[in-house]
């Protein structure tokens, strides 16, 4: 039992290790994986940086405008208070023309300043330079023709272009001095920008993507040796486990304790494999021995028997019938443990497996359960008359028997045994079937695992060990062929039996 709990846990670390494996290869390996969440990261990284980026130079720009904005409102005062001065030596008032004059020193190409009066028209520059925005009244508009008081600077977007806009006032309640500076980005200039980021991010992903490749490949690279050795871990036919143990000196940190479990655990397989096969060897000669003397003493019995009465003849076919099923117990345990460590032998001959199933047919009809079997001969032109395999008669007569008698227990004593063959080009298949309530789709592969038992029978006790499939599936694949339960239309269950066929000699 200990042999089966490790042997069961070494099966488990294989198998999570199978999945690596195939993680690291397949559609959702770690390599994949690891490289996407690597690509998203740098993506919204990249987004991010541009996201801030922008941020960061639209601020910028603000700030620079509203500077641009207070040196100019300060020039523009002091430069209006200069022409005061001027004006009230002369004795008259600052006109619009004096205002015109001073806005179009301060006005370009792209900034455009005004005077706004509340209780006057604006004052305009008349320099050719603005034109551009004196054209556009609704432009005006947006950005606050005619408003009254401070303004901080604030960013909109008319026709697609980029405008910053604020408002300062000038002493004395001369009126509000609004200003508009076009940013320059266009749409054409945006969505140029625009292409030449993505041709940034997309060769960042290629080197991303060839460097995570090669970076995941490394990293694997222990964990795929630590499967190569774990594969390699098998009973050899001396009883020793085979396998090499794994170095911890030199493998990566994470793999230290993993790489450690695993020596522990294929020391405790040495030992449990050690003790298993001495037990094998000590039912060979200590069970097998006494159980076919009991057999053997019991047949002698039965037939000796004759004039003893009813109750006491059933206690001896009793006798005989355990005795019996003891011996094939013990020798199906033999069989296990002997192919655990790979030392089941077979005899390796060519047969006729038409031929074989015609003299099982024949031999079973002796058995209570033998006339519920149904044989149909076939037409000595069909193809699976004549074809031979390649394996050991008295072990697949052993097979088909098993399944049989397992047939004949799962199904109705009034219900029939059909013995079937037929074959392909490259497979000869044989087939049990049964009328039974059939083994549900979930237990299929379950059957064939050592002392697993279904119980279809609606209540019914069926005696049994649950080894004969076990030794059923090793031995048809010892002779390079397999077995499986196949669907069929009617209630029931089909085991069927695929053996390759032997074209030499065919």
């Known amino acids: 039992m200990n042999a089966l709990r490790l042997a069961r846990g070494y099966a488990r670390v294989r198998t999570r290790l199978h999945v690596f494996h195939s993680m690291a290869k397949g559609v959702v390996s770690i390599r994949r994986r690891l490289g996407l969440s690597l690509v998203a990261l740098i993506s919204v990284s990249y987004g991010l940086l541009l996201v801030t980026t922008e941020v960061v130079i639209r ?69 050719t330079a603005v ?32 405008y910053f806009t604020c408002s300062m006032p000038l002493a004395n309640g001369q009126g509000v001095l609004r200003f508009l500076e076009d940013v320059g980005i266009s749409p054409a200039s945006r969505q140029e920008n625009l292409i030449i980021l993505f041709g940034i991010w997309l060769v960042l992903v290629l080197i991303a993507i060839l460097l995570i490749s090669r970076v995941t490949t490394l990293s694997l690279n222990p964990l795929l040796g630590l499967e190569r050795v774990m594969d390699d871990l098998s009973l050899r036919p001396s009883g020793l486990v085979g396998g090499e143990r794994v170095l911890i000196d030199g493998q990566p940190q994470e793999l230290h304790r993993i790489a450690a479990a695993y020596n522990a655990l294929a020391d405790r397989l040495q030992k449990a494999w050690t003790q298993q096969n001495l037990l094998m060897r000590s039912m060979s000669h200590e069970l097998l021995t006494p159980v076919t003397l009991i057999g053997s003493n019991a047949r002698r019995l039965a037939r000796l028997a004759g004039d003893l009465p009813a109750d006491q003849r059933q206690l001896v076919d009793s006798l005989q019938t355990e005795a019996g099923r003891v011996n094939r117990l013990v020798c199906s345990l033999v069989d296990l443990a002997r192919g655990d460590s790979n030392n089941l032998s077979l005899q390796s ?19 209570p359960w033998g006339s519920r079997v149904q044989w149909q001969e076939l037409d000595q032109a069909d193809p699976a008359v004549h074809v031979t395999v390649r394996g050991d008669a008295e072990r697949l007569r052993q097979c088909v028997l098993n399944v049989l008698e397992n047939a004949s227990k799962y199904s109705q004593v009034d219900q029939p045994i059909w013995l079937l063959i037929d074959s392909t080009p490259e497979l000869v ?27 279809p029978t609606a209540g019914q006790e069926v005696r049994g060990t649950g080894v004969g499939l076990a030794i059923v599936r090793l031995l048809i694949e010892r002779m390079g062929g397999k077995v499986n339960i196949v669907d069929q239309e009617q209630p029931g269950t089909t085991v069927q039996f695929e053996l390759p066929i032997d074209h030499d000699h065919s």
């Open 349 to 367: 001959t060519l047969l006729n497996p038409y031929q074989l199933l015609r003299q099982i047919y024949a031999d079973v009809q002796v058995l």
């Open 131 to 162: 034109q551009e925005f004196l054209n556009d009244p609704k432009l005006l508009i947006a950005a606050g023709l005619n408003a009254p008081g401070m303004q901080k600077p604030r960013t909109f977007t008319y026709k697609g272009e980029t």
């Open 59 to 127: 601020r910028d720009r603000l700030q620079r405008h509203e500077r641009l904005v207070m040196a100019t409102a300060a020039a523009i005062d002091e430069n209006l208070a200069i022409k005061g001065k001027q004006e009230l030596s002369k004795r008259t008032k600052l006109g619009e023309q004096d205002l015109t004059d001073v806005l179009n020193d301060f006005s370009a190409t792209r900034v455009l300043v005004w005077l706004s009066r509340p209780s006057a028209p604006p004052v305009f520059p008349r320099s």
């Open 429 to 455: 298949r044989i087939r049990v079937e049964d009328r039974g309530l059939g083994i549900p789709e979930a237990e299929r592969e379950l059957v064939f695992e050592p002392f697993y038992r279904s119980n």
